[in-house]
């Protein structure tokens, strides 16, 4: 595979372009061509689909894309371009997994396949959700190492420290950082699982000063730091250095992906191959072990209206079938804890990646954006369902796509409006008032409404093997 | 070209972003007597259509920004030929906008940006990572009436705080409103920093500009 000084080399020598040149001319002209190539059509009917053709058809669109368009840096001004040759080459070279973790908890993320039994990967927690103190996030934190089924754990972020909001770019970032580490380490070793891996080093994080400081103080190479690119198709030297401290240090990093139902790349069709084509990117630019695409509605800020349930089955559908890097799809939902509306919607999600060939991460509660909205209750369910439907399915079979399409449909309805209602509706409840502060226990109320949650699901076919709150 | 026809051509141009065949079709209309306030409120009603589409997922940033582009250069062609006194933005004001200090995420910004063009706002885009102290001097440079200031990310919300303390420590803060937006913000963060309005969308962002310039 091409080095990653070169990618560096070209992201300072490469054709320069304005930004804005970039989005209009280049993007938005090139995804539209693609899609209407390879007919790519919404089928709102069907929200996972079974049709191997269109996934293989939604791939070639998307590395066609990626040859014309490749990879914009924001600091340069300048395109990083690869030949037809160096894509393919990436691809084959591309690592099928990666160990993860220490001693017990070391657990290996690998690609799959569409309606595999292989077991997906799971990372139970938080995705950088933002939490009101360091005691928060701590119980919190110890609540998602003890999921017993999870294999890594994504932290809540701290953004308010000793009463005052941490900044960006600011001494106070880097002390929340190198604090967010310690205490999540401190958690997970409470929780009796002290080789978990961080899943998205660091949360609290966002310059590159930040993230290598605090790698110091607990971080390991066997866990995963978050590089996010920029919308669409960007990077910038921050992100850059990043890569190239992670690849001397040995350490892991996510091709972090969330682009936006409604942005540069347009409605489902165009985000679906622009989305496939963050897989090349994270590949080859990031430099990542995996892809971790999380795309969200431009105005709901979730990942679950039946759109975004279409284009996440067939982009999981479309990378696992012709591509063996693997792939960690997180969930963004716009209901909170120990709302009806949060459990349809991760059943609903689930459904749509783990069919589609998916390894999961649960996940962005309540959008990921009211603090200490978040319990480990809720990535509990969807690890437990994703297991359900694939390795722990029955008979070697795990659920077909079509199979998860019907209950899709019929769940679908139930919650969809609400996306576009009053958020505060489907909010939910906070941490504080779901668990019990001494003992660390969810409340009664909420393990009766998990399991009439996990019953009513469990009647559209699905046999959970597990009781963790009984 | 009949009358009718122009129009068509007009919202055909907008819509598509084609912005020859808006200044051919503006050029007709003069010719058909038409005058320039006349065109420039046709135009500005098809970009309220276009704003339309986008909120009801029939139209995205591109198309929104195409028609945009393509409207802005159709204005700057009627501006001269309108009377005396008379400008094309007499129902907007102007605004500068911006992703704050230690936030690279634009797209929402964009997508208000697009938003206030189809309502008639004159923007100055100061982009990503924008300071305080570069959003102000951009307001004053550009003599706006608004200042909005976009955050994505929990630990970059204070630096919408920061415009406000700065706007107040160089006795400014009477000369701009500022409103905030962006994922993690809402109407009690405005309230806590004492910004002037906050909108969740795209679409509520340019009502509340323009109720705050018409009153």
């Known amino acids: 595979m091409i080095s990653l000084f070169e990618v560096v080399k070209r992201a300072m020598t490469g054709p320069i372009c304005s930004e804005k040149e970039f989005d209009?001319?280049?993007?938005?002209?090139?995804?539209?061509?693609?899609?209407d190539k390879y007919e790519i059509k919404y089928d709102p009917e069907n929200p996972i689909p079974s049709d191997d053709d269109l996934a293989d058809r939604v791939w070639k669109a998307a590395v066609e894309f990626y040859l014309n368009v490749g990879t914009y840096c924001t600091t340069s001004e300048r395109r990083i371009l690869f030949s037809e040759k160096e894509i393919e080459d990436a691809l084959n070279c591309a690592n099928e997994g990666v160990w993860l973790g220490e001693g017990n908890e070391r657990s290996y993320l690998k690609y799959r396949k569409p309606e595999s039994t292989e077991r997906p990967f799971l990372s139970l927690g938080a995705a950088?959700?933002?939490?009101?103190t360091e005691d928060i996030l701590s119980r919190v934190a110890r609540?998602?190492?003890?999921?017993?089924?999870?294999?890594?754990?994504?932290?809540?972020?701290?953004?308010?420290?000793?009463?005052?909001?941490?900044?960006?770019?600011?001494?106070?970032?880097?002390?929340?950082?190198?604090?967010?580490?310690?205490?999540?380490?401190?958690?997970?070793?409470?929780?009796?699982?002290?080789?978990?891996?961080?899943?998205?080093?660091?949360?609290?994080?966002?310059?590159?000063?930040?993230?290598?400081?605090?790698?110091?103080?607990g971080m390991r190479t066997s866990d995963i730091w978050e590089l996010g690119a920029i919308a669409e198709m960007k990077v910038d030297y921050d992100l850059l250095s990043k890569a190239v401290y992670l690849k001397a240090w040995g350490g892991n990093s996510l091709g972090e992906t969330g682009p936006v139902l409604g942005g540069?790349?347009?409605?489902?069709?165009?985000?679906?191959?622009?989305?496939?084509?963050?897989?090349?990117?994270?590949?080859?630019?990031?430099?990542?072990?995996?892809?971790?695409?999380?795309?969200?509605?431009?105005?709901?800020?979730?990942?679950?209206?039946?759109?975004?349930?279409?284009?996440?089955?067939?982009?999981?559908?479309?990378?696992?079938?012709?591509?063996?890097?693997?792939?960690?799809?997180?969930?963004?939902?716009?209901?909170?804890?120990?709302?009806?509306?949060?459990?349809?919607?991760?059943?609903?999600?689930?459904?749509?990646?783990?069919?589609?060939?998916?390894?999961?991460?649960?996940?962005?509660?309540?959008?990921?954006?009211?603090?200490?909205?978040?319990?480990?209750?809720?990535?509990?369910?969807?690890?437990?369902?994703?297991?359900?439907?694939?390795?722990?399915?029955?008979?070697?079979?795990?659920?077909?796509?079509?199979?998860?399409?019907?209950i899709a449909k019929e769940i679908l309805p139930r919650y969809e409006d609400k996306i576009k209602g009053d958020p505060k509706l489907i909010l939910g409840k906070k941490y504080q008032d779901l668990y019990d502060m001494d003992t660390h226990r969810p409340s009664s109320e909420y393990v009766d409404f998990y399991n009439d949650i996990k019953k009513e699901i469990g009647k559209m076919g699905i046999k959970f093997r597990y009781n963790f709150l009984s | 070209?009949?009358?009718?026809?122009?129009?068509?051509?007009?919202?055909?141009?907008?819509?598509?972003?084609?912005?020859?065949?808006?200044?051919?079709?503006?050029?007709?209309?003069?010719?058909?007597?038409?005058?320039?306030?006349?065109?420039?409120?046709?135009?500005?009603?098809?970009?309220?259509?276009?704003?339309?589409?986008?909120?009801?997922?029939?139209?995205?940033?591109?198309?929104m920004v195409k028609a945009a582009d393509a409207w802005k250069v159709a204005v700057a062609f009627l501006e001269p030929k309108l009377p005396e006194g008379q400008t094309a933005q007499k129902k907007a004001?102007?605004?500068?906008?911006?992703?704050?200090?230690?936030?690279?995420?634009?797209?929402?910004k964009n997508i208000v940006v697009a938003f206030l063009k189809t309502v008639g706002f004159e923007t100055m885009d100061v982009g990503i990572d924008a300071s305080p102290s570069k959003l102000i001097d951009a307001a004053?440079?550009?003599?706006?009436?608004?200042?909005?200031?976009?955050?994505?990310?929990?630990?970059?919300?204070?630096?919408?705080?920061?415009?406000?303390?700065?706007?107040?420590?160089?006795?400014?803060?009477?000369?701009?409103?500022?409103?905030?937006?962006?994922?993690?913000?809402?109407?009690?963060?405005?309230?806590?920093?004492?910004?002037?309005?906050?909108?969740?969308?795209?679409?509520?962002?340019?009502?509340?500009?323009?109720?705050?310039?018409?009153?």
């Open chain 1, 24 to 35: 209009m001319e280049i993007v938005v002209a090139e995804i539209s061509r693609v899609v």
């Open chain 2, 93 to 108: 004001g102007r605004i500068v906008i911006g992703t704050v200090q230690g936030d690279m995420h634009d797209l929402g």
């Open chain 1, 143 to 217: 609540g998602f190492a003890e999921i017993p089924i999870s294999n890594g754990m994504t932290t809540p972020g701290l953004t308010i420290m000793d009463g005052r909001r941490t900044v960006a770019g600011s001494p106070l970032e880097m002390e929340a950082t190198i604090r967010n580490v310690q205490l999540v380490r401190e958690a997970c070793r409470r929780a009796g699982r002290p080789g978990l891996p961080i899943m998205n080093g660091i949360a609290t994080s966002g310059s590159a000063a930040a993230t290598i400081g605090a790698s110091h103080f």
């Open chain 1, 264 to 406: 540069w790349f347009g409605g489902p069709e165009g985000l679906l191959v622009g989305l496939t084509a963050y897989h090349m990117q994270g590949l080859m630019v990031h430099r990542s072990v995996f892809q971790h695409p999380f795309q969200t509605h431009f105005k709901f800020q979730c990942g679950t209206g039946r759109d975004l349930i279409w284009v996440f089955s067939l982009h999981s559908q479309a990378c696992s079938r012709n591509s063996h890097w693997p792939v960690l799809s997180l969930l963004y939902s716009a209901g909170g804890p120990m709302t009806e509306m949060y459990f349809h919607e991760a059943t609903v999600w689930v459904l749509s990646t783990v069919t589609g060939g998916m390894n999961i991460e649960v996940g962005g509660v309540a959008k990921a954006i009211n603090l200490d909205y978040l319990t480990p209750i809720e990535p509990m369910f969807a690890g437990e369902l994703a297991l359900a439907i694939s390795s722990e399915s029955g008979k070697n079979k795990a659920m077909t796509r079509q199979q998860a399409n019907e």
């Open chain 1, 128 to 132: 950088g959700a933002p939490v009101s």
């Open chain 2, 140 to 215: 004053q440079e550009f003599n706006a009436d608004i200042i909005g200031a976009s955050a994505l990310l929990t630990t970059t919300m204070p630096y919408q705080g920061s415009i406000i303390e700065h706007l107040e420590a160089r006795n400014l803060r009477d000369k701009f409103k500022v409103i905030v937006g962006g994922g993690p913000v809402n109407q009690e963060w405005a309230d806590e920093i004492g910004a002037d309005g906050y909108a969740s969308d795209a679409a509520k962002a340019a009502k509340l500009c323009m109720r705050m310039i018409n009153g």
């Open chain 2, 1 to 63: 070209m009949s009358t009718e026809v122009i129009l068509i051509k007009l919202k055909e141009c907008i819509i598509n972003g084609d912005k020859g065949g808006l200044l051919a079709a503006v050029d007709a209309g003069l010719s058909e007597n038409l005058s320039p306030m006349e065109l420039i409120d046709k135009m500005t009603d098809v970009m309220k259509e276009v704003g339309e589409k986008f909120e009801c997922g029939e139209a995205f940033l591109p198309e």
